[in-house]
T-cell receptor
Protein backbone atom coordinates (compact mmCIF):
# COMPACT_ATOMS: atom_id res chain seq x y z
CA UNK A 1 0.00 0.00 0.00
CA UNK A 2 1.48 3.31 -1.06
CA UNK A 3 -0.67 5.65 0.99
CA UNK A 4 -3.81 7.71 0.52
CA UNK A 5 -4.79 8.23 -3.11
CA UNK A 6 -7.17 10.76 -4.62
CA UNK A 7 -8.77 11.01 -8.02
CA UNK A 8 -8.76 13.14 -10.06
CA UNK A 9 -5.70 15.23 -9.24
CA UNK A 10 -7.07 18.20 -11.13
CA UNK A 11 -10.61 19.19 -12.12
CA UNK A 12 -11.70 22.22 -14.09
CA UNK A 13 -15.42 22.84 -14.31
CA UNK A 14 -17.86 25.57 -15.16
CA UNK A 15 -19.92 27.29 -12.52
CA UNK A 16 -23.15 25.44 -11.85
CA UNK A 17 -21.82 21.99 -12.74
CA UNK A 18 -21.59 19.09 -10.29
CA UNK A 19 -18.27 17.45 -9.47
CA UNK A 20 -17.32 14.32 -7.55
CA UNK A 21 -13.98 13.42 -6.05
CA UNK A 22 -12.79 10.06 -4.80
CA UNK A 23 -10.46 9.16 -1.95
CA UNK A 24 -8.94 5.75 -1.24
CA UNK A 25 -7.47 5.62 2.26
CA UNK A 26 -4.67 3.45 3.57
CA UNK A 27 -6.24 0.03 3.61
CA UNK A 28 -6.35 -0.71 7.35
CA UNK A 29 -7.37 2.81 8.36
CA UNK A 30 -10.92 3.10 9.70
CA UNK A 31 -11.04 6.90 9.92
CA UNK A 32 -11.29 9.18 6.91
CA UNK A 33 -11.28 12.97 6.74
CA UNK A 34 -11.92 15.62 4.11
CA UNK A 35 -10.26 19.04 4.23
CA UNK A 36 -10.22 22.08 1.98
CA UNK A 37 -7.13 24.19 1.43
CA UNK A 38 -7.13 27.56 -0.26
CA UNK A 39 -4.03 29.37 -1.48
CA UNK A 40 -1.80 30.56 1.33
CA UNK A 41 -3.85 28.89 4.05
CA UNK A 42 -3.69 25.71 6.03
CA UNK A 43 -6.21 22.93 5.47
CA UNK A 44 -9.67 23.45 6.97
CA UNK A 45 -11.68 20.51 8.23
CA UNK A 46 -14.83 19.58 6.28
CA UNK A 47 -16.02 16.20 7.50
CA UNK A 48 -14.99 12.95 9.18
CA UNK A 49 -15.98 9.28 8.90
CA UNK A 50 -15.39 6.44 11.25
CA UNK A 51 -15.90 3.35 9.14
CA UNK A 52 -19.04 4.14 7.13
CA UNK A 53 -20.55 6.57 9.65
CA UNK A 54 -20.20 10.30 9.07
CA UNK A 55 -19.60 11.58 12.61
CA UNK A 56 -18.80 15.25 12.18
CA UNK A 57 -19.44 17.94 9.62
CA UNK A 58 -18.04 21.44 9.58
CA UNK A 59 -20.21 24.48 9.10
CA UNK A 60 -18.08 25.01 5.98
CA UNK A 61 -19.90 22.06 4.44
CA UNK A 62 -22.91 23.73 2.89
CA UNK A 63 -25.99 21.96 1.54
CA UNK A 64 -24.29 21.71 -1.84
CA UNK A 65 -21.60 19.42 -0.41
CA UNK A 66 -22.16 15.76 0.37
CA UNK A 67 -19.74 13.05 1.35
CA UNK A 68 -20.20 9.31 1.53
CA UNK A 69 -18.22 6.29 2.59
CA UNK A 70 -20.67 3.49 1.81
CA UNK A 71 -18.62 0.43 2.69
CA UNK A 72 -16.19 1.98 5.10
CA UNK A 73 -13.40 1.96 2.53
CA UNK A 74 -13.21 4.62 -0.19
CA UNK A 75 -15.07 7.90 0.08
CA UNK A 76 -16.57 10.38 -2.35
CA UNK A 77 -17.09 14.11 -1.97
CA UNK A 78 -19.66 15.68 -4.28
CA UNK A 79 -20.17 19.38 -4.84
CA UNK A 80 -23.41 20.35 -6.54
CA UNK A 81 -23.95 23.60 -8.45
CA UNK A 82 -20.33 24.63 -8.09
CA UNK A 83 -19.46 28.25 -7.41
CA UNK A 84 -16.20 30.10 -8.04
CA UNK A 85 -15.63 30.21 -4.29
CA UNK A 86 -15.40 26.42 -4.29
CA UNK A 87 -12.08 26.62 -6.12
CA UNK A 88 -9.54 25.06 -3.77
CA UNK A 89 -7.47 21.98 -3.08
CA UNK A 90 -9.56 19.20 -1.55
CA UNK A 91 -7.52 16.95 0.68
CA UNK A 92 -8.36 13.54 2.04
CA UNK A 93 -6.65 11.99 5.04
CA UNK A 94 -6.96 8.70 6.85
CA UNK A 95 -5.94 7.36 10.24
CA UNK A 96 -6.11 4.27 12.35
CA UNK A 97 -7.98 4.49 15.63
CA UNK A 98 -5.52 4.35 18.47
CA UNK A 99 -5.62 4.54 22.24
CA UNK A 100 -3.70 7.80 22.59
CA UNK A 101 -3.79 9.70 19.36
CA UNK A 102 -4.09 8.78 15.74
CA UNK A 103 -1.94 10.49 13.16
CA UNK A 104 -3.64 11.56 9.95
CA UNK A 105 -1.95 10.72 6.65
CA UNK A 106 -2.82 12.91 3.71
CA UNK A 107 -3.36 12.22 0.06
CA UNK A 108 -2.00 14.44 -2.74
CA UNK A 109 -5.27 16.34 -3.07
CA UNK A 110 -7.66 17.23 -5.88
CA UNK A 111 -7.29 20.75 -7.19
CA UNK A 112 -10.66 22.16 -8.26
CA UNK A 113 -10.93 25.20 -10.49
CA UNK A 114 -14.41 26.62 -11.09
CA UNK A 115 -14.60 28.96 -14.07
CA UNK B 1 -12.02 28.04 20.01
CA UNK B 2 -8.94 25.95 19.39
CA UNK B 3 -6.40 27.53 17.07
CA UNK B 4 -2.81 27.48 15.86
CA UNK B 5 -0.73 30.55 15.08
CA UNK B 6 2.57 30.33 13.29
CA UNK B 7 5.05 32.92 12.10
CA UNK B 8 4.37 34.47 8.75
CA UNK B 9 6.66 33.76 5.88
CA UNK B 10 8.35 33.56 3.67
CA UNK B 11 11.50 32.72 5.55
CA UNK B 12 14.62 32.90 3.40
CA UNK B 13 17.85 31.33 4.62
CA UNK B 14 21.18 30.36 3.20
CA UNK B 15 22.20 26.72 3.19
CA UNK B 16 23.55 25.53 6.57
CA UNK B 17 21.80 28.31 8.47
CA UNK B 18 19.84 27.65 11.66
CA UNK B 19 16.07 27.49 11.30
CA UNK B 20 13.35 28.38 13.76
CA UNK B 21 9.68 28.56 12.82
CA UNK B 22 7.53 29.70 15.73
CA UNK B 23 4.21 28.06 16.53
CA UNK B 24 1.82 28.74 19.40
CA UNK B 25 -1.55 27.21 20.07
CA UNK B 26 -4.76 27.82 21.95
CA UNK B 27 -6.65 24.76 23.09
CA UNK B 28 -9.12 23.60 25.69
CA UNK B 29 -7.51 20.46 26.98
CA UNK B 30 -4.27 18.74 26.06
CA UNK B 31 -3.83 18.24 22.35
CA UNK B 32 -1.20 16.38 20.39
CA UNK B 33 0.96 18.68 18.31
CA UNK B 34 2.28 18.13 14.80
CA UNK B 35 4.45 19.62 12.13
CA UNK B 36 3.52 18.79 8.56
CA UNK B 37 5.56 19.70 5.48
CA UNK B 38 4.34 20.30 1.95
CA UNK B 39 6.99 20.16 -0.75
CA UNK B 40 6.27 21.86 -4.09
CA UNK B 41 3.69 19.88 -6.04
CA UNK B 42 3.25 17.28 -3.33
CA UNK B 43 0.76 16.49 -0.56
CA UNK B 44 1.10 17.10 3.16
CA UNK B 45 3.57 14.84 4.91
CA UNK B 46 3.87 14.34 8.64
CA UNK B 47 7.27 15.64 9.73
CA UNK B 48 7.12 15.07 13.48
CA UNK B 49 4.74 14.97 16.42
CA UNK B 50 4.55 15.17 20.20
CA UNK B 51 1.67 13.87 22.24
CA UNK B 52 2.27 15.34 25.70
CA UNK B 53 4.02 18.15 27.50
CA UNK B 54 7.83 18.16 27.36
CA UNK B 55 7.87 15.53 24.61
CA UNK B 56 10.32 16.25 21.81
CA UNK B 57 9.45 15.19 18.29
CA UNK B 58 12.28 14.78 15.82
CA UNK B 59 12.78 13.66 12.23
CA UNK B 60 15.24 14.41 9.40
CA UNK B 61 17.22 16.78 11.63
CA UNK B 62 14.13 18.78 12.61
CA UNK B 63 13.05 19.03 16.25
CA UNK B 64 10.18 20.54 18.20
CA UNK B 65 9.42 20.41 21.92
CA UNK B 66 5.89 20.53 23.34
CA UNK B 67 5.94 23.42 25.82
CA UNK B 68 2.74 23.50 27.81
CA UNK B 69 3.75 26.53 29.90
CA UNK B 70 4.20 28.71 26.82
CA UNK B 71 1.69 26.79 24.64
CA UNK B 72 4.34 26.54 21.96
CA UNK B 73 5.79 23.96 19.57
CA UNK B 74 8.56 25.74 17.69
CA UNK B 75 10.26 23.92 14.82
CA UNK B 76 14.08 24.00 14.68
CA UNK B 77 16.83 22.63 12.49
CA UNK B 78 20.51 23.24 13.02
CA UNK B 79 21.59 23.32 9.38
CA UNK B 80 19.08 23.66 6.57
CA UNK B 81 19.54 22.37 3.04
CA UNK B 82 18.14 23.55 -0.27
CA UNK B 83 15.94 20.44 -0.26
CA UNK B 84 14.19 21.69 2.89
CA UNK B 85 12.49 24.41 0.86
CA UNK B 86 8.79 23.81 1.42
CA UNK B 87 5.75 25.04 3.33
CA UNK B 88 5.62 23.98 6.99
CA UNK B 89 2.34 23.65 8.87
CA UNK B 90 1.94 23.46 12.63
CA UNK B 91 -1.17 21.60 13.75
CA UNK B 92 -3.01 20.17 16.74
CA UNK B 93 -5.54 17.45 17.33
CA UNK B 94 -7.14 15.68 20.24
CA UNK B 95 -7.20 12.01 21.08
CA UNK B 96 -10.20 10.20 19.74
CA UNK B 97 -9.71 11.28 16.19
CA UNK B 98 -11.75 14.08 14.69
CA UNK B 99 -10.29 17.09 13.03
CA UNK B 100 -6.78 18.44 12.93
CA UNK B 101 -6.51 22.21 13.23
CA UNK B 102 -3.77 23.77 11.13
CA UNK B 103 -1.89 27.01 11.17
CA UNK B 104 -1.68 29.06 7.99
CA UNK B 105 1.71 27.65 7.02
CA UNK B 106 5.19 29.15 6.74
CA UNK B 107 7.02 29.04 3.45
CA UNK B 108 10.76 28.38 3.69
CA UNK B 109 13.20 29.17 0.91
CA UNK B 110 16.77 27.90 1.29
CA UNK B 111 19.39 29.40 -1.05
CA UNK B 112 22.51 27.56 -2.11
Amino acid sequence: DTGVSQDPRHKITKRGQNVTFRCDPISEHNRLYWYRQTLGQGPEFLTYFQNEAQLEKSRLLSDRFSAERPKGSFSTLEIQRTEQGDSAMYLCASSLEAVSTDTQYFGPGTRLTVL
Amino acid sequence: GDSVTQMEGPVTLSEEAFLTINCTYTATGYPSLFWYVQYPGEGLQLLLKATKADDKGSNKGFEATYRKETTSFHLEKGSVQVSDSAVYFCALSFSGGFKTIFGAGTRLFVKA
